[in-house]
């Protein structure tokens, strides 16, 4: 391609750090449609005649069918996927896909494809992402009032319901899904007409390339264009971002998985057995996906630290651009799937979460709001209350609402029959009403609401 300039050929060494076929032919869809949008424009500039146009058309439509039935051929000496098609173009139509590069770069192509390769797998993400919030949802309404512990540092600490724990994670992905929907239209310009670096002579039409692209438009500046990847990067970081929920979400499987904990039984499908112990059952997909977002974490790290430094405008260096952000999209893709199938087909065991909310003195923080309401007892006074008769409980072995009310008015005679009715695990989650809270009746509001925007209900 540009042999004029050249009086030997590379080295074989040349060649082989040099190729990007390997990987960039994965964006041969955008590498046609980017060509086919490119030459419309051309032809309609009168830059090329319309009947070279129309047969670099065809042509690339011919190269098209054949990478779809066949595979993108690697042959390093063609580099890349811009050359590997357009050689085959030449090799179809003749001199006349010489024509093709008119007016622009592969600069501005790889950045083009590229792009639009992303925009695609923020699209993917979106997807999704959805059918997760959606199965969160389905399971949060079936248990917006199955009682389990609540932790923090993971020791028990108040009651709640397994809805509202499912909500939180419906409420993280919401996040995700919106990082993933700003990144997209951030980045939602047309590069292409940018040429090498200082943009074309040439009377193209940028807006028109743009257009047929699904862009919102051309991008600014030519320098600008060539060399931005904040658009892969931003995508990295959402991707990054919303793995680390999905390895926290994995993890509360992990360990809800476990026999002391057995708060569920994983689907067959999502685990894997032990070849020497016949009666495990592993968290292997959860595992996966908790280790996956160390991988995502470092495809980001890996595109941050090659473009840190770089001068205007393209380096070669960014042509390590996409083996980053195949992988994370790769992966991501594959950890949504496993977490969504792990959610809507895990057999909760409710009946194992409430014994365990029983335990460990999580109504305690009740009996202290109790003494606040029904005594007008100062909140710091009452937690001291409290704390001695969980200290007495405990030394006896037994739950809060065990000891007599003998026992609770030798502590503080200004307690009374009526507190029992608050120390239920029950009677606790009900009581959180406030706006966000755990009560089953705030759950369902939130499944309700979540319900309408992921359009599965009607407005009510
Ligand atoms: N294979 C290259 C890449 O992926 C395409 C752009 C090459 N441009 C250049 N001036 N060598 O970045």
Redesign the pocket.
Same mark, same amino acid.
């Given at each position: 391609m540009w042999g004029g300039r050249f009086a030997g050929g590379p080295s074989a060494i040349m060649r082989e750090i040099n190729a /990007?076929i390997p990987f960039?032919k994965a964006l041969w869809r955008q590498d046609i449609a980017a060509s086919k949008a490119h030459v419309d424009m051309l032809g309609a500039q009168g830059i090329v005649s319309a009947e070279d146009a129309a047969l670099i058309a065809q042509g690339l439509d011919q190269v098209a069918a054949e990478y779809e039935a066949n595979g993108v051929p690697e042959n390093w000496d063609l580099?890349?996927?811009?050359m590997t098609t357009e050689s085959r173009l030449a090799e179809l139509i003749g001199p006349a896909a010489g024509r093709l590069h008119t007016a622009r /770069?592969?600069?501005d192509?790889?950045a083009t494809d590229?792009r639009l390769w992303v925009r695609d797998a923020m699209d993917q993400a979106q997807l999704g992402l959805k059918q997760l919030q959606v199965a969160l949802v389905s399971r949060a309404g079936e248990h917006a009032a199955s009682i389990m512990p609540g932790f923090t540092h993971l020791q028990t600490a108040q009651p709640v319901t397994l809805g509202h724990h499912l909500m939180a994670y419906y409420e993280m992905i919401g996040r995700d899904r919106s990082r993933f929907a700003d990144a997209r239209s951030r980045m939602n310009r047309s590069p292409l007409g940018s040429a090498?670096l200082a943009g074309t002579g040439f009377p193209i039409d940028r807006f028109r390339t743009a257009e047929a692209l699904g862009f919102d438009g051309p991008t600014d500046n030519s320098l600008d264009s060539v060399s931005d990847r904040d658009f892969a990067l931003d995508y990295l970081m959402a991707a990054a971002q919303c793995s680390l929920h999905l390895s926290r979400l994995a993890e509360e499987f992990i360990i809800w998985a476990s026999q002391p904990f057995g708060f569920v039984t994983l689907p067959d499908s999502l685990s894997t057995g032990s070849s020497i112990m016949p009666q495990k059952k592993n968290p292997d997909a959860a595992e996966l996906v908790r280790g996956h977002s160390g991988r995502i974490v470092g495809c980001l790290t890996a595109l941050m630290i090659t473009m840190k430094g770089l001068p205007l405008a393209?380096s &070669?260096d960014?042509?390590d651009? &996409?083996p980053p952000v195949f992988e994370a999209a790769s992966l991501l893709a594959l950890s949504i799937a496993a977490m969504t199938g792990m959610v809507a087909e895990a057999k909760f065991r409710t009946d194992r979460m409430r014994a365990a909310a029983e335990l460990g003195y999580a109504t305690a923080t009740d009996l202290a709001d109790w003494l606040v309401r029904q005594a007008n007892i100062p909140f710091r006074e009452a937690h001291h209350i409290t704390g001695s008769a969980v200290k007495l409980a405990e030394s006896r072995g037994i739950a809060l609402d065990q000891l007599s009310i003998e026992d609770l008015k030798a502590i503080d005679q200004r307690i009374d029959d009526r507190v029992y009715a608050a120390l239920s695990v029950e009677a606790s989650v009900a009581a959180r009403c406030s706006h966000g809270g755990t009560a089953p009746d705030e759950v369902r509001k939130r499944v309700a609401q979540a319900r309408v925007a992921l359009g599965l209900e009607e407005q009510a």
């Open positions: /990007s960039d580099e890349d996927i811009h /770069s592969r600069n192509q790889v590229f090498a393209y &070669k960014m042509q651009d &996409k």
